[in-house]
Every structure is written in C-alpha cells, then in structure tokens.
T-cell receptor, first 109, second 114 residues
Framework: GIQVEQSPPDLILQEGANSTLRCNFS?????LQWFHQNPWGQLINLFY???GTKQNGRLSATTVATERYSLLYISSSQTTDSGVYFC???????????FGQGTTLQVKP | NAGVTQTPKFQVLKTGQSMTLQCAQD?????MSWYRQDPGMGLRLIHY???????DQGEVPNGYNVSRSTTEDFPLRLLSAAPSQTSVYFC?????????????FGAGTRLSVL
C-alpha cells in the first residue's frame, strides 16, 4: 500500500529563517494535502496540491507527482509557525488519507 | 458556520467502560471519518462513511463501532475501553470522499483509559 515519509522529523529554527519540509510517497498519488497541527492540537489544512506550485503568504508548496514528492517551504518563519506539519495522500481515489509521521517545527524568538 | 464539531474535548475512562465520541458537521459533507493520533505514528484511519447508512473499516478498526444515521452525525463508540485506546481522536469530513476533496478536521478528543 501507499507509504508516506516525511523529513526531517524535527526542525528547530530561529525566527526569520527559511525552511523546506519534504514528503515522499511510495506510490503514485493523484492528490496531496499539507496540514499544520498547532500546539493546541488543531489540524488546519494548508494546501491541497496534486501537482505544481501554490503559495499562501509566507508558505508555498510544490508537488512533483511524477517523482512522487512534495515540498513545503516556509519563509521568514515566525513563532506561530511552530507545531507539527503533516502531508497526507489519498489511498487510490478515495478519501482515505494516509498520513506521514510529521515534521515537528519549533521556531525560537 | 461551525465546521466539524467534536465532543467531548477530554475524557478519562476506566478499563472496560463504554462511551461514545460525538462528531457533527454542518457543511452537508457526504464523507466522514475517524482517525486516532498516537505519538510518533501520525494519524491512522479507524472507520469512515461515504454517506448516511454506509460505513466501512479503516486501518485500525478493532475495538470501535460506528454508525451513520444522518448526514450530519458520525459517532464513534468504544464498547469496552482498553488502555491501548488512549489517544487523541479526530473526526474529519469532506464533500464527497474522493481523493481530490479537501478534508476538514474537528478539534479532537483527548481520551485516557486507565
């Protein structure tokens, strides 16, 4: 079945730094979502990005479906960016999301 | 627009007790699902439903029951709680359950089984 691997598992940044988070898939994925789980546990959908590049403020994401990976870029990081970032892809063409284990980001002031 | 609402937010149970975690959405979504989140393991799918009256098992269904009598509600039942069910539970919904639909998550229920 599809496997999702994220790297790095943990990341510590100084406020203002940039970072790149990676998500690899073991099988072809038609669609991919990035989520941010804030320190209070709330899961927020950041991007729905089956292919190409999308930007939302300081965050952007790129998915290269043919090479089975996606990247999440965080620029000029802020302390509010802290939390866990998950990528998830659907199994086959269903709503069953397979999640990676997440990247835990800590942004220090 | 409340989105996906989960209750309770916190719960402590003793081994063998039963309880129901509630999930409701007001977006008229057909697809609803339950995940559990354990440290270092991401989120894993427990059960899901593609519409009222239709449910199916996910990756880790043992020890949990679900039903879907209405479009809005998708409760998760623990019939006899076990310490291994200590976890954070998330309910999610999407429009149709197809792979291209964005999924929206509730705030989670933190459950401890002693």
């Amino acid at each position: 079945g599809i496997q999702v691997e994220q790297s790095p598992p943990d990341l510590i940044l100084q406020e203002g730094a940039n970072s790149t988070l990676r998500c690899n898939f073991s099988d072809s994925v038609n669609n991919l979502q990035w989520f941010h789980q804030n320190p209070w546990g709330q899961l927020i959908n950041l991007f729905y990005i089956p292919s190409g590049t999308k930007q939302n403020g300081r965050l952007s994401a790129t998915t290269v479906a043919t090479e089975r990976y996606s990247l999440l870029y965080i620029s000029s990081s802020q302390t509010t960016d802290s939390g866990v970032y998950f990528c998830a892809g659907p199994k086959s063409n269903t709503g069953k999301l397979i999640f990676g284990q997440g990247t835990t980001l800590q942004v220090k002031p | 627009n409340a989105g996906v609402t989960q209750t309770p937010k916190f719960q402590v149970l003793k081994t063998g007790q039963s309880m129901t975690l509630q999930c409701a959405q007001d977006m008229n979504h057909e697809y609803m699902s339950w995940y559990r989140q354990d440290p270092g393991m991401g989120l894993r799918l427990i059960h899901y439903s593609v519409g009222a009256g239709i449910t199916d098992q996910g990756e880790v269904p043992n020890g949990y029951n679900v039903s879907r009598s209405t479009t809005e509600d998708f409760p998760l039942r623990l019939l006899s709680a076990a310490p291994s069910q200590t976890s954070v539970y998330f309910c999610a919904s999407s429009y149709s359950g197809r792979g291209w639909d964005i999924q929206y998550f509730g705030a989670g229920t933190r459950l401890s089984v002693l």
